[in-house]
């Protein structure tokens, strides 16, 4: 599956973005998926992902009560809607996708597939 990451931008503390997941490739519905981020000089890290089960969702606790993460079959893409972001939300995002589902969700690597990433710059 290729996946191509969009909707990053620059946004003030307090504003909101909507980050969309497009894939191609094997049936979408089949694939676990999730966003993660990397800061400068930072390790990448998890921000949320739907189980594998598909009926439920996970979530850092930085980002718990703010973040959305929801996806659309139909579409083959997946969002992430953040919202009351802060300047330490400023990463490039990327969004994974998986179809073994040998690890934990929250797991980096639980994925194979990785989109290009996405800026996402808020500033104070």
């Known amino acids: 599956v290729q996946l191509q990451a969009s909707g990053g931008g620059l946004v003030q503390a307090g504003g909101s973005l909507r980050l969309s997941c497009a894939a191609s490739?094997?049936?979408?519905?089949?694939?676990?998926m999730g966003w993660f981020r990397q800061a400068p000089g930072k390790e990448r890290e998890f921000v949320a992902a739907f189980t594998w089960s598909g009926g439920s969702t996970y979530y850092a606790n930085s980002v718990k009560g703010r973040f959305t993460i929801s996806r659309d079959n139909a579409k083959n893409t997946v969002y992430l809607q953040m919202n009351s972001l802060k300047p330490e939300d400023t990463a490039v995002y990327y969004c994974?996708?998986?179809?073994?589902?040998?690890?934990?969700?929250?797991?980096?690597?639980?994925?194979?597939?990785w989109g290009q990433g996405t800026q996402v710059t808020v500033s104070s």
């Open positions: 994974a996708a998986d179809n073994r589902k040998r690890y934990p969700e929250w797991s980096i690597g639980a994925y194979d597939y």
């Open positions: 490739g094997p049936p979408f519905s089949n694939y676990g």
